[in-house]
């Protein structure tokens, strides 16, 4: 005995849903697209902070090295004051001592790498029998 099973129709073209289908692809894939792009902004700006950071860095180290090496200068020259200048790590820093009277000098340095520029001041208030400074960096 053949049944016959009728079709219900659901009011729409059996081709409905393909088309359905077809655009909800296309809308995933203009979201996936807009995410990947927003990670890829996101990624070149932290590239560009971790290089602002670390030539921040290695100017500081530099303007450090510049008042060490103006403390050098003194501990060899109790009469020292001037400028001078030092090569380092591939950039220079400069670095000023004032003699601000008696036993106390003040020591002004200076580096820059790329755009960056670290300053550092350091106040001397006493150099013999040994150096006492005060350290500060300065904007």
């Not at 077809?22 to 995933?28: A, E, G, Q, T």
């Not at 050098?72 to 020292?80: C, G, L, T, V």
């Not at 002004?108 to 006493?126: I, L, M, P, Y």
Request: charged content about 10%; hydrophobic content about 45%.
């Amino acid at each position: 005995m053949n049944m016959i099973t009728p079709r219900i129709s659901s009011g729409r073209p059996p081709c409905a849903n393909g088309y359905i289908l077809l655009i909800s692809v296309v809308i995933l894939g203009a979201i996936a697209t807009a995410i990947a792009a927003a990670l890829l902004f996101l990624g070149s700006g932290d590239s560009k902070n971790a290089i602002s950071h670390q030539s921040a860095e290695q100017a500081k180290a530099a303007a450090n090295a510049c008042a060490e090496e103006a403390l050098e200068q003194i501990r060899a020259n109790i009469n020292f004051s001037g400028i001078g200048s030092l090569a380092v790590n591939g950039g220079n820093c400069t670095y000023n001592v004032a003699n601000t009277g008696g036993q106390t000098r003040t020591i002004a340095a200076s580096s820059t790498v790329g755009t960056v520029t670290r300053r550092a001041t350091v106040n001397v208030t006493a150099i013999n029998p040994k150096i006492i400074a005060a350290w500060q960096e300065v904007p």
